[in-house]
């Protein structure tokens, strides 16, 4: 059973850099044909998908945010990572980090980690 | 690309739940829905317009055409009272319905 688990400062600074681990469980992220995805939720409102990562290092953006992201991966640790710069209020959420089954112009996210609450105030 | 759904649904129990999700040409797009109890990650109920995961209950289903999915929920039960959000693939990018929250009364 694939688990996924999120780390990483809950309280940044604005202006400051987000930074969060995924570590997967289970599994080795390098078996099968997965993308490593990072997704936000600030409270009460919804699901916004942030990027994500494969095992080669190819990656995909939320057009949105990608001028201030950088997602990587450290398959020797079976972890992935996000990097968020300059932050604002409106960063705060919950990020999740997900496994993203992708074929053939599906995508789906079969398994979450539990969530973490990140808040940008000073 | 955007992703269109309806911010509530209501529904009596024992009674069918169809929730909507629409957005230019869905159909040629493959779409997933996600239900989130509060305080929980989302979970995946059908992926691929229809297919369900193993352990979602089969009165869970999903259709996708022209430029509307749906999911619906036959025999709803108190237990199915949950944010919904319906997730597509588009342009290398993913994109998520604002999300419904079902009220089952």
């Known amino acids: 059973q694939v688990q996924l688990q999120e780390s990483g400062p809950g309280l940044v600074k604005p202006s400051q850099t987000l930074s969060l681990t995924c570590t997967v469980s289970?599994?080795?992220?390098?078996?099968?044909?997965?993308?490593w995805s990072w997704i936000r939720q600030p409270a009460g409102k919804g699901l916004e998908w942030i990027g994500r990562i494969d095992t080669s290092g190819s990656t995909n953006y939320n057009p949105s945010l990608e001028s201030r992201l950088t997602i990587s991966v450290d398959t020797s640790k079976n972890q992935f990572s996000l990097k968020l710069s300059s932050v604002t209020a409106a960063d705060t959420a919950v990020y999740y980090c997900?496994?993203?089954?992708?074929?053939?112009?599906?995508?789906?996210?079969?398994?979450w980690g539990q969530g973490t609450l990140v808040t940008v105030s000073s | 690309y955007e992703l269109t759904q309806p911010p509530s649904v209501s529904v009596s129990p024992g009674q069918t739940a169809s929730i909507t999700c629409s957005g230019d040409?869905?159909?040629?797009?493959?779409v997933c829905w996600y239900q989130q109890k509060p305080g929980q990650s989302p979970v995946v109920v059908i992926y691929?317009?229809?297919k369900r995961p193993s352990g979602i209950p089969e009165r869970f289903s999903g259709s996708n055409s022209g430029n509307t999915a749906t999911l619906t929920i036959s025999g709803t039960q108190a237990m199915d009272e949950a944010d919904y959000y319906c997730q597509a693939w588009d342009s290398s990018t993913v994109v998520f319905g604002g999300g419904t929250k079902l009220t089952v009364l």
């Open positions: 040409k869905l159909g040629d797009k493959y």
């Open positions: 997900a496994r993203d089954r992708h074929s053939e112009g599906a995508t789906t996210f079969d398994y």
């Open positions: 691929e317009d229809r």
């Open positions: 289970g599994g080795s992220m390098s078996s099968g044909s997965y993308y």
